[in-house]
């Protein structure tokens, strides 16, 4: 089995998990998977270990691999720790960036606007992942790229319910979130550190206020309990 073929099904799974194909503490079958991606359980295995190196997985012995969940522990700590690490790489983007990985997220954000008005949730949800992965990339930080990128899981995930539209309150507040990334990608295109942080923690506000809405009323497979407002 050649590894691209082993990367190839890495990232499907990937998109599987991240557009909630696979729901979070799904159980993986690993003689389906097998069979899916047409390779033994051997070169299967080292893919599963690499997306639970990665945070997408999380294998229990004796049990098996799962998607990693989505339960009030795990978004509490989510919660906490995002406005940190975001607010980190857009400061050191804007210090970092070149004008090749500026143009690069420019692309990202023309294709972010085109899912938008597609009305392609997924797609929104996955261009807004490439987004804020492009952001670290420009930041250049081997210490904080991991804990971006296992933000990214859950926050894509949780994206799949801030993208869908049911009232004119929540396109306005989609057209707010577009907008917002074209202000950040003039900051970091003027080296504006400080204004690129305030931006984000805007951004990430927009996001962060609507987390009623993201356990009802159809809710993802976790429980906040009467403890919502201590995240």
Do not use: C
Not at 32 to 53: C, D, H, K, N, Y
Not at 125 to 140: D, L, S, T
């Amino acid at each position: 089995m050649k590894a691209s073929t082993k990367t190839e099904t890495a990232e499907i799974l990937k998109k599987r998990i991240l557009s909630m194909e696979i729901a979070p503490g799904q159980l993986l079958d690993e003689v389906e998977l097998a069979e899916t991606f047409g390779m033994s359980r051997t070169p299967l295995r080292e893919v599963i270990q690499r997306l639970a190196g990665e945070g997408y997985l999380v294998v229990e012995r004796n049990r098996g691999a799962k998607v990693a969940p989505m339960d009030f522990a795990t978004m509490r700590q989510f919660f906490q720790a995002a406005p940190m690490i975001y607010a980190s790489m857009a400061r050191l983007a804007a210090e970092n960036s070149t004008a090749r990985e500026i143009s690069a997220l420019k692309d990202i954000q023309v294709a972010y606007r085109r899912s938008i008005s597609e009305k392609s949730i997924r797609d929104t949800a996955m261009q807004n992942h490439r987004f804020h992965e492009q952001i670290g990339v420009m930041a250049a930080s081997p210490y904080l790229m991991p804990s971006l990128n296992r933000l990214l899981i859950d926050h894509t995930r949780i994206s799949q319910t801030f993208y869908r539209v049911r009232a004119r309150e929540d396109a306005a507040r989609i057209a707010t979130a577009a907008d917002q990334h074209d202000a950040m990608i003039e900051a970091f295109e003027r080296h504006a550190a400080a204004e690129a942080v305030e931006l984000t923690l805007a951004h990430w506000s927009l996001s962060r206020d609507r987390l009623e809405q993201y356990v009802s009323p159809d809710p993802l497979p976790f429980e906040l309990g009467s403890k919502a407002d201590a995240v």
